[in-house]
T-cell receptor, first 114, second 111 residues
Framework: EAGVAQSPRYKIIEKRQSVAFWCNPISGHATLYWYQQILGQGPKLLIQFQNNGVVDDSQLPKDRFSAERLKGVDSTLKIQPAKLEDSAVYLC????????????FGPGTRLLVL | QKEVEQDPGPLSVPEGAIVSLNCTYSNSAFQYFMWYRQYSRKGPELLMYTYSSGNKEDGRFTAQVDKSSKYISLFIRDSQPSDSATYLCAMRKMAGTALIFGKGTTLSVSS
């Protein structure tokens, strides 16, 4: 079974530029999550999708971050404009959405904002 | 006070040692407790999953949850160099809700 795929793996941009990350979840997984992991911290949820609907985006900085999952499969996360404090690893995870709901994580995209 | 507290370490042990990792939490609504292992430059992978209080064992790993003390532990027996990683505790209130993670404890097992 293929795991969660993410691209790019690394990205370096200057502040005020825009950047987009892509995630393809495990086939059949209805729930998709984007987490932000700052160096030395645990992952923090940014947004949760159930199919193509948003379940939880309470911690998403909506003035600069946006995310979509138009067809209920893959998803993109965008930052515009980026700030220095956005430097982090952006992790995508997916799950079946059942009662146990094991979340499977992708390798992450490492973003450095200069 | 953070919802989940975890000592970041680092923790260094010799091969074969018993390792004890733990987290405390403040929200009594948490019911689902997990331990994830994260190797450098990789995503977290689920190690142990426990619902409510009690113990769970899987090979060399044992997870314990004490809801009365709001304290969870992960024990690793006969630790191996391949166990060197960051261990993250995570918890959530209900199925289908967001995971709340600790900071992670970095473990190094030397041969």
């Amino acid at each position: 079974e293929a795991g969660v795929a993410q691209s790019p793996r690394y990205k370096i941009i200057e502040k005020r530029q825009s950047v987009a990350f892509w995630c393809n979840p495990i086939s059949g997984h209805a729930t998709l999550y984007w987490y932000q992991q700052i160096l030395g911290q645990g992952p923090k949820l940014l947004i949760q999708f159930q199919n193509n609907g948003v379940v939880d985006d309470s911690q998403l900085p909506k003035d600069r971050f946006s995310a979509e999952r138009l067809k209920g499969v893959d998803s993109t996360l965008k930052i515009q404009p980026a700030k220095l404090e956005d430097s982090a690893v952006y992790l995508c995870a997916s799950s079946f959405g059942d009662s146990q709901e094991t979340q499977y994580f992708g390798p992450g995209t490492r973003l450095l904002v200069l | 006070q953070k919802e989940v507290e975890q000592d970041p370490g680092p923790l260094s042990v010799p091969e074969g040692a018993i390792v004890s990792l733990n987290c405390t939490y403040s929200n009594s609504a948490f019911q689902y407790f997990m331990w994830y292992r994260q190797y450098s430059r990789k995503g977290p992978e689920l190690l142990m999953y426990t619902y409510s209080s009690g113990n769970k064992e899987d090979g060399r790993f044992t997870a314990q949850v004490d809801k009365s003390s709001k304290y969870i532990s992960l024990f690793i027996r006969d630790s191996q160099p391949s166990d060197s990683a960051t261990y993250l505790c995570a918890m959530r209130k209900m199925a289908g809700t967001a995971l709340i993670f600790g900071k992670g404890t970095t473990l190094s097992v030397s041969s």
